[in-house]
T-cell receptor
Framework: KQEVTQIPAALSVPEGENLVLNCSFTDSAIYNLQWFRQDPGKGLTSLLL?????REQTSGRLNASLDKSSGRSTLYIAASQPGDSATYLCAGDNYGQNFVFGPGTRLSVLP | GAVVSQHPSRVICKSGTSVKIECRSLDFQATTMFWYRQFPKQSLMLMAT?????????EQGVEKDKFLINHASLTLSTLTVTSAHPEDSSFYIC???????????FGPGTRLTVL
């Protein structure tokens, strides 16, 4: 059964720093790996989706990579801004199955 | 991209009443929909898997008689919380599998508060 963990649980950085959020999963047969952002009291905003045979996705200041053999994904945020403050969730699915979510990393970017 | 909607976005009800939440795939057909629940300061946990035209599959610990799921068409699944109690207060999110890329698309969620 797929299990997803995220490190760190919380992170506080000054504005402008580059940062890396880590996600680990137990089943290398993972099919899709997705990173979400969730603001307090709000729903999920999909940030990046790495599908099946892909290894990396980029959108603006965000870059996500996936290494199935090591069971890891990283989300890189460049030049962080206070507006990036939120909880970041990673989730993976096995083909045809539900997404399994990690516990999230709570990010605070200080002005 | 594929869009999934949920209605209502927020509902407040009295203890003992039933609440229905709708999940719709707006521009694609979804043979499978998933229902997740998120308690405060926790991550999302799968409640049940809903396949069009068949009975839902519930995760361990989720009462199927309390959380009724109906997936009557390829674009609509409903979750009914029967005889809701304050401990059912949570954020309920659905996802629908289909569209291009064979992935899942998430709805915006429904916040249920039971008084």
């Amino acid at each position: 059964k797929q299990e997803v963990t995220q490190i760190p649980a919380a992170l506080s950085v000054p504005e402008g720093e580059n940062l890396v959020l880590n996600c680990s999963f137990t089943d290398s047969a993972i099919y899709n790996l997705q990173w979400f952002r969730q603001d307090p009291g709000k729903g999920l905003t999909s940030l990046l989706l790495i599908q099946s045979s892909q290894r990396e996705q980029t959108s603006g200041r965000l870059n996500a990579s996936l290494d199935k053999s090591s069971g890891r994904s990283t989300l890189y945020i460049a030049a962080s801004q206070p507006g990036d403050s939120a909880t970041y969730l990673c989730a993976g699915d096995n083909y045809g199955q539900n997404f399994v979510f990690g516990p999230g990393t709570r990010l605070s970017v200080l002005p | 991209g594929a869009v999934v909607s949920q209605h209502p976005s927020r509902v407040i009800c009295k203890s003992g009443t039933s609440v229905k939440i709708e999940c719709r795939s707006l521009d694609f057909q979804a043979t499978t929909m998933f229902w997740y629940r998120q308690f405060p300061k926790q991550s999302l946990m799968l409640m049940a898997t809903s396949n069009e035209g068949s009975k839902a599959t519930y995760e361990q610990g989720v009462e199927k008689d309390k959380f009724l799921i109906n997936h009557a068409s390829l674009t609509l699944s409903t979750l009914t919380v029967t005889s809701a109690h304050p401990e059912d207060s949570s954020f309920y999110i659905c996802s629908a599998r289909g569209g291009s890329g064979d992935t899942q698309y998430f709805g915006p969620g429904t916040r249920l508060t039971v008084l």
